[in-house]
């Protein structure tokens, strides 16, 4: 029986990493994220961890202390967002070529200039393609899961690559939840021991790490890199399948609401999933048939799986809450119609950019996204696929 709490994602961020106790944790504050570190510090001042706390100058340092200490053998946390990870990002590149499992709780925020604290998805989008494994979170309960269920899938032998769990900054991190949390000896053995291989600080087996890469073997690696981010496909799906054994709560690599019979579908990350599930609920009630798909696993991406489940639907928006700045969409929409392209399944889709800086997306504005999507299924021409949500001037 699970224990009921009350409480922030944030606070969930930092209870999970209490429960894994990790051998090392280096951060440097940034909002929305401070809180993570503030209260597993905490933690370590109190004894409840014997997890070694290292209070950096700086992001880059954070990510940088982390490299080192999973070198050495040790399971290591952060935490960060917005202009923190863009100060770490030639860390996060080499966390994930070096196939070092850190696992890092990345709060959502848009990033600098001008500066805005609030919520958007440029942070996250901004290192997609770094190599790192990326789950994004609904609920505070789903961040809470998520980082149990992190060390499980990126330690893995077939996998070894890092992975971040994403959360909306203040919508989520900020907001106090009713919460399930696992006993925590459940966690210990659930989580169980970090086991590596290969590792700086095993005097058996001398190695470098981090040595010159030339043209002779890196394409290789980059290779290996691309193999184990496809393997972890079938090692989230294992994870998430012995966790529902665990708990009771099921994810999948996306949630498929109301998609049975759906027309008029939304595909979206994070917390706008809980308000379009609310306006697909009184559309069904009108007669419309209307659902959602909720991507939990960016990376690596489902292209094949979400392409299948689109593929009776009459009509797709793709919500985006981070503009890509290419004239041609935002990343979530480029990748399921490269998955549906590549599947050979033609379904009408547009895409949304919304929610920048935190700009707030009604219930009122998600159903304007259902009505447009039906004239597209009533035979309205689409004249421009590229569009935005909720700006100033624009209806």
Same mark, same amino acid.
């Given at each position: 029986m699970g224990i009921r709490e009350r409480l922030s994602g944030n606070e969930a961020a930092a209870i999970a990493m209490k429960q894994i106790n990790p051998d090392v944790v280096a951060a440097f504050p940034i909002t929305p994220s401070t809180e993570i570190p503030q209260y597993f510090s905490t933690f370590v001042s109190n004894g409840a961890v014997d997890t070694e706390f290292v209070a950096v100058e700086s992001e880059h340092s954070a990510m940088s202390a982390c490299i080192g200490a999973q070198s050495a053998g040790a399971r290591a946390m952060t935490a960060t967002s917005a202009n923190g990870l863009s100060l770490m990002w030639e860390m996060v590149y080499i966390a994930s070529s070096l196939r070092l499992p850190i696992v890092m709780s990345l709060v959502n925020r848009a990033v600098?200039?001008?500066?805005?604290?609030?919520?958007?998805?440029?942070?996250?989008?901004?290192? !997609?393609? @770094?190599?790192?494994?990326?789950? &994004? /979170?609904? $609920?505070?309960?789903?961040?809470?899961?998520?980082?149990?269920?992190?060390? !499980?899938?990126?330690?893995?032998?077939?996998?070894?690559?890092?992975?971040?769990?994403? =959360?909306?900054? %203040?919508?989520? /991190?900020?907001?106090?939840?009713?919460?399930?949390?696992?006993?925590?000896?459940?966690?210990?053995? &659930?989580?169980?021991? +970090?086991?590596?291989?290969? +590792?700086?600080?095993?005097?058996?087996?001398?190695? @470098?790490?981090?040595?010159?890469?030339? =043209?002779?073997?890196? %394409?290789?690696?980059?290779? =290996?890199?691309?193999?184990?981010?496809?393997?972890?496909?079938?090692?989230?799906?294992?994870?998430?399948?012995?966790?529902?054994?665990?708990?009771? !709560?099921?994810? #999948? &690599? &996306?949630?498929? +609401?109301?998609? #049975?019979? @759906? #027309?008029?579908?939304?595909?979206?990350?994070?917390? $706008?999933?809980? $308000?379009?599930?609310?306006?697909?609920?009184?559309?069904?009630? =009108?007669? *419309?048939?209307?659902?959602?798909?909720?991507? !939990?696993?960016?990376?690596?991406?489902?292209?094949?799986?979400?392409?299948?489940?689109?593929?009776?639907?009459?009509?797709?928006? *793709?919500l985006d809450k981070a503009d890509s700045l290419n004239g041609a969409g935002g990343a979530l929409f480029e990748d399921v119609v490269s998955g549906m392209f590549v599947s050979n399944i033609n379904v009408p889709t547009v895409n949304y950019i919304y929610g920048i800086g935190g700009r707030d997306t009604t219930s009122k504005e998600i159903e304007s996204v259902y009505n447009d999507l039906q004239k597209i299924v009533n035979g309205e021409k689409i004249e421009n696929p590229y569009r935005y949500l909720g700006l100033r001037g624009e209806n």
């Amino acid at each position: 029986m699970g224990i009921r709490e009350r409480l922030s994602g944030n606070e969930a961020a930092a209870i999970a990493m209490k429960q894994i106790n990790p051998d090392v944790v280096a951060a440097f504050p940034i909002t929305p994220s401070t809180e993570i570190p503030q209260y597993f510090s905490t933690f370590v001042s109190n004894g409840a961890v014997d997890t070694e706390f290292v209070a950096v100058e700086s992001e880059h340092s954070a990510m940088s202390a982390c490299i080192g200490a999973q070198s050495a053998g040790a399971r290591a946390m952060t935490a960060t967002s917005a202009n923190g990870l863009s100060l770490m990002w030639e860390m996060v590149y080499i966390a994930s070529s070096l196939r070092l499992p850190i696992v890092m709780s990345l709060v959502n925020r848009a990033v600098s200039g001008p500066l805005n604290i609030h919520n958007d998805h440029s942070d996250a989008m901004g290192v !997609r393609d @770094a190599g790192w494994i990326m789950l &994004f /979170s609904e $609920t505070n309960q789903e961040a809470y899961d998520n980082l149990l269920m992190a060390h !499980r899938i990126a330690e893995h032998k077939d996998v070894l690559l890092p992975l971040m769990v994403c =959360q909306d900054g %203040f919508i989520t /991190s900020h907001s106090i939840e009713n919460i399930e949390l696992v006993e925590d000896d459940k966690v210990k053995e &659930f989580v169980g021991k +970090y086991k590596p291989e290969h +590792y700086l600080l095993n005097d058996k087996e001398p190695i @470098a790490v981090g040595p010159l890469d030339l =043209q002779a073997y890196l %394409f290789e690696h980059k290779k =290996q890199q691309a193999d184990a981010m496809k393997k972890a496909k079938n090692v989230i799906k294992e994870v998430s399948e012995d966790f529902e054994k665990m708990t009771g !709560r099921k994810y #999948e &690599f &996306f949630e498929k +609401y109301k998609l #049975e019979d @759906a #027309e008029v579908v939304i595909v979206c990350m994070n917390s $706008t999933a809980g $308000t379009s599930k609310f306006v697909a609920d009184n559309l069904r009630k =009108q007669g *419309v048939k209307a659902g959602v798909l909720k991507v !939990r696993m960016f990376r690596p991406f489902p292209a094949e799986e979400i392409a299948e489940s689109l593929k009776n639907v009459k009509a797709v928006a *793709v919500l985006d809450k981070a503009d890509s700045l290419n004239g041609a969409g935002g990343a979530l929409f480029e990748d399921v119609v490269s998955g549906m392209f590549v599947s050979n399944i033609n379904v009408p889709t547009v895409n949304y950019i919304y929610g920048i800086g935190g700009r707030d997306t009604t219930s009122k504005e998600i159903e304007s996204v259902y009505n447009d999507l039906q004239k597209i299924v009533n035979g309205e021409k689409i004249e421009n696929p590229y569009r935005y949500l909720g700006l100033r001037g624009e209806n």
